[in-house]
């Protein structure tokens, strides 16, 4: 499966963002999805995760409260909704295809990633 995510730009503190990840080839209904970040000279670090159908999320604790995930199967997409962001959440986001129907926090637990979209939110 391919993965594109979109969405990301320049914001300031306090803003919102709405990230796209839209699956092609075949569809992700049977796949948990997620979404991971990396910033600069760092590791890539879970963000959230989403059931196959949706029916179950949880996410990292710096963003719980301020980011939503979900998903849309009909259009094979899978959203993060991020609010209040913060200079911290700066960082290139990357949307995964999970290789179960259920999330995992571990990079291990996904098998096909999207090139990632940047985020930044300045001061």
């Known amino acids: 499966v391919q993965l594109q995510a979109s969405g990301g730009g320049l914001v300031q503190a306090g803003d919102s963002l709405r990230l796209s990840c839209a699956a092609s080839?075949?569809?992700?209904?049977?796949?948990?999805m997620g979404w991971f970040r990396q910033a600069p000279g760092k590791e890539r670090d879970f963000v959230a995760a989403i059931s196959w159908n949706g029916g179950s999320t949880f996410y990292t604790d710096s963003v719980n409260g301020r980011f939503t995930i979900s998903r849309d199967n009909a259009k094979n997409t899978v959203y993060l909704q991020m609010n209040s962001l913060k200079p911290e959440d700066t960082a290139v986001y990357y949307c995964?295809?999970?290789?179960?129907?259920?999330?995992?926090?571990?990079?291990?637990?996904?098998?096909?990633w999207g090139q990632g979209t940047l985020v930044t939110v300045s001061s």
């Open positions: 995964a295809a999970g290789r179960t129907p259920y999330a995992g926090r571990g990079r291990a637990d996904y098998n096909y």
């Open positions: 080839s075949r569809t992700i209904s049977n796949n948990a």
